[in-house]
């Protein structure tokens, strides 16, 4: 199964699919940054990007990256909307300028990314 973004719902019978997990405010990974009034879900998306990737080169690097990490091959749901070309799930892959921008793409990009090795120096 391919990693993916899906739509949280409050709709009566529906329950978080399998390996998947919530990203949504209030928990650890929600974006602080509101659309509305002030930001546009394109900017509130690329604050969100910006905030992710300093804490991933600022002092708490590592415990960032491990925390990243733990959202590797799992579907991260919020509350913004998909095409109905991707109602079942975005892959993190996929572009798609139908569906509504979410700072769920950015976690899912960074986390899924692939993985690089260090040099290891005897």
Known sequence: MTPSRIRLSRRPGWTMPPQSRSVARP?????????GPVFSAAEAVSLHRQDVEERL???YAARMAEELEQLRGWNLGCWCALCPDHQAGKPFSAACAACAPCHADTLGELANAPLTCEAVHA
């Open 27 to 35: 928990h650890r990974w929600g974006n602080r940054y509101s659309v």
């Open 57 to 59: 080169n600022g002092p």
